[in-house]
């Protein structure tokens, strides 16, 4: 299966069935998926990382069941 851009309300319920949840990256406003806090990534809401998404034209792609945050025409974010 190659990558296919999933919704918010999908990304949810994968992040459910691993565990994980959105994160800010500290300093930063970028965002990835994430166990819970740590040194480098804080625990965020879903409305605030759904923001962020929106502000930087980002989406959310699955990809042979891993979740990547891209720009929003497939392209890795660094």
């Known amino acids: ?3 296919e851009k999933i919704d918010i309300e999908k990304a949810k319920e994968h992040a459910e069935d691993r565990d994980l949840k959105p994160g800010l990256v500290k300093g930063t406003n970028g965002i990835q998926f994430t166990k819970g806090d ?3 990534i804080k625990e965020i809401s879903w409305e605030k990382f759904e ?3 929106n502000e930087k034209d980002l989406a959310i792609y699955d990809w042979n069941g891993y979740m990547k945050i891209m720009n929003d025409k497939g392209e890795k974010v660094e």
């Open 51 to 53: 923001k962020i998404l």
């Open 38 to 40: 740590n040194d480098r």
């Open 1 to 3: 299966m190659g990558m």
